[in-house]
């Protein structure tokens, strides 16, 4: 069994920043994908941002496309996720995700283990 449990949301004005933190314990799996979606209520969940094992290979929703960097610690089974340029669009519920395959996939439906989620609200 996989923990995943993030950090770091909160209350920004728009053009603000924040950074996501999410760290993963138990039964890792090395070259595991890790990856960022969000949701907001009544709407399905999004991908958001996905990183490899060996940090070569990003992929990110046109939505967040050079405004959010994701990263990945492997020393301390830790993803980031550096969001810039907050919008009151990027308001929701973010999710920190860990699929135990080095394949890159961005549907929710192929990642194993989820985080509880952490709240990011951006003002107008």
């Known amino acids: 069994q996989v923990t995943l449990v993030e950090s770091g949301g909160g209350l920004v004005q728009a053009g603000g920043s924040l950074t996501l933190s999410c760290a993963a314990s138990g039964r890792t799996v090395d070259f595991n994908t890790m990856g960022w979606f969000r949701q907001v209520p009544g709407r399905e969940r999004e991908f958001v941002a996905i990183?490899?094992?060996?940090?070569?290979?990003?992929r990110y929703a046109n939505a967040v496309y050079g405004r959010f960097t994701i990263s990945r610690d492997n020393r301390r089974n830790t993803v980031y996720l550096q969001m810039n340029n907050l919008r009151p669009e990027d308001t929701a519920v973010y999710y920190c995700?860990?699929?135990?395959?080095?394949?890159?996939?961005?549907?929710?439906?192929?990642?194993?283990?989820w985080g509880q989620g952490t709240q990011v609200t951006v003002s107008s």
């Open positions: 995700a860990l699929r135990p395959s080095s394949f890159i996939m961005t549907s929710p439906d192929e990642f194993d283990f």
């Open positions: 990183l490899s094992w060996r940090g070569d290979d990003t």
